[in-house]
């Protein structure tokens, strides 16, 4: 990883050329492979990215890289530090867990430019999308039943659209979303894009896509457990 904290403009250079990289993008951390694909997160298969821009992130940290870091337990990229899952009531010893039919609650630091009073210059925009049932997308939605089992609502698995207003001196902010109910018992990952656009797309952008339309921001992924048994209610 390339810390932010070095300079912006990295130049490689040795006899036959010279490589200057403009605009560092951070990339997420899921599961992913260029054999077998599951999360969007390599390069190949459409990766979610975000131009790094110095003073505005999830957490105090964020790190630059050339491509996805993806691997088992959502951890290739160590920037990642902006997001944290409340230990469920129902469990209260296993932090990073959801409890299907509950809601969960997690804790966001934003690092933002803000003025002299503290409060945010410009909105920014967090969206946050869950993989509840563990098929390596974050595409699905799960109805919710009134006790006669009609449909009265639906959860989607794109849990979070919420806007930090400009003026806001909060650094810390608590969130919340409802899971959906009869869910399995596993292991799986979320994904979080902050952004001062609003990003409704848990992928990309696109190779190609001109670099003034790349969305700002980081792009964080956690692993996420699902518990089931006893402690569900």
């Not at 608590?174 to 848990?202: C, E, I, M, N, W």
Request: charged share 25%; aromatic share 8%; with cysteine.
């Amino acid at each position: 990883h390339l810390s932010i904290r070095r300079q912006r403009q990295m130049c490689i250079r040795d006899s036959h050329r010279t490589l200057i990289i403009e605009a560092p993008e951070d990339w997420g951390d899921a599961p992913d492979s260029d054999v077998a694909p599951r999360y969007p997160t390599l390069k190949v298969n459409n990766g979610a990215r975000h131009v790094v821009v110095p003073g505005f992130s999830l957490g105090p940290t964020v790190t630059y890289e050339l491509d996805g870091q993806p691997n088992a337990t959502a951890t290739g990229d160590t920037g990642d530090n902006g997001v944290t899952f409340r230990a469920p009531k129902e469990s209260p010893t296993t932090p990073g867990a959801l409890v299907p039919g509950t809601t969960a609650t997690i804790d966001v630091n934003v690092v933002a430019p803000r003025d002299a009073g503290g409060g945010l210059l410009e909105p920014a925009y967090l969206n946050a999308w869950v993989d509840f049932n563990g098929d390596d997308d974050w595409d699905d939605t799960y109805p919710v039943l009134d006790e006669n089992g009609n449909v009265i609502a639906t959860i989607s698995e794109h849990v979070l659209d919420y806007e930090f207003p400009a003026g806001d001196t909060r650094q810390n902010f608590t969130l919340s979303f409802l899971g959906p109910d009869g869910l399995a018992k596993k292991d799986t990952f979320a994904r979080f894009r902050l952004s001062h656009s609003r990003v409704q797309s848990y992928d990309g952008p696109p190779q190609g896509t001109p670099r003034n339309l790349v969305p700002d921001g980081e792009v964080e992924d956690y692993l996420v457990q699902i518990i089931v048994g006893d402690a569900k209610i």
